[in-house]
């Protein structure tokens, strides 16, 4: 079973991961949205030329044929996505696997796709988009992690540091976070931070 990094960021463009990878991120999410396919392949060829040059790893979200396309190492699905998805292409290409999960439904649906991590949220109100479900609570993450077993899980959703302290307390493997880094004053030394608090200080 694949193991991940603690800290881990999601952001949208090759420059933020530029900007992660500069103060020691080595598990980073490029999750870009409302761009087209010209775009889309100019950032993820950013994105992959910084991590390969860092030995960071990068996880693209949703695209799972530009991921192919790009050799990219990772390729998250939400459930919508996992559903139209050649789950054997992206095996063949040895691109590892993650999942959106909010529902014992959808971690049924996610189980049987056998990822390579299970993410769970939000975990805690989020800012950055509507959610159609609840927040799930510390105590879901308990819950998922006893289902799970080895499975990594990540937790996401309106965390900062001493959320995704708590998180890790509870089972997380993994901690995504978005806004805390990419809406702080100064988010190179919020990532130093969050780098700190999981251990992964550069």
């Known amino acids: 079973m694949s193991s991940i990094e603690r800290f881990y960021p999601v952001v949208d463009s090759g420059a933020w991961v530029g900007r992660l990878v500069g103060v020691g991120a080595k598990f980073i999410q490029l999750r870009v949205k409302d761009k087209g396919d010209v775009d889309l392949r100019r950032e993820i060829h950013h994105a992959m030329t910084i991590c390969r040059r860092s030995g960071a790893e990068l996880v693209i979200n949703d695209h799972w044929q530009l991921a192919i396309d790009a050799g990219a190492d990772w390729v998250h699905l939400g459930q919508s996505d996992l559903i139209d998805a050649d789950l054997d292409a992206v095996r063949k290409h040895n691109i590892r696997l993650g999942v959106s999960t909010h529902s014992p439904e959808e971690l049924?649906?996610?189980l049987a796709?056998?990822?390579d991590y299970v993410a769970l949220g939000p975990i805690f109100?989020?800012?950055?988009?509507?959610m159609?479900?609840?927040?799930?609570g510390i105590e879901r993450i308990k819950e998922w992690k006893a289902l799970i077993g080895d499975i990594?899980?990540?937790?996401?959703?309106?965390?900062?540091?001493?959320?995704?302290k708590q998180c890790l307390a509870a089972g997380a493997d993994s901690v995504a976070v978005v806004t805390d880094i990419t809406l702080h004053a100064d988010p190179e030394a919020r990532a130093t931070q969050w780098l700190e608090m999981t251990?992964?200080?550069a």
Not at 125 to 130: D, H, N, W
Not at 132 to 136: E, G, L, N
Not at 152 to 164: M, Q
């Open 108 to 110: 049924e649906n996610a």
């Open 113 to 115: 796709a056998n990822p």
């Open 125 to 130: 109100p989020t800012i950055l988009k509507a």
């Open 132 to 136: 159609p479900f609840a927040p799930q």
């Open 152 to 164: 990594p899980l990540v937790a996401i959703g309106g965390l900062n540091i001493e959320r995704a």
């Open 199 to 201: 251990g992964q200080d």
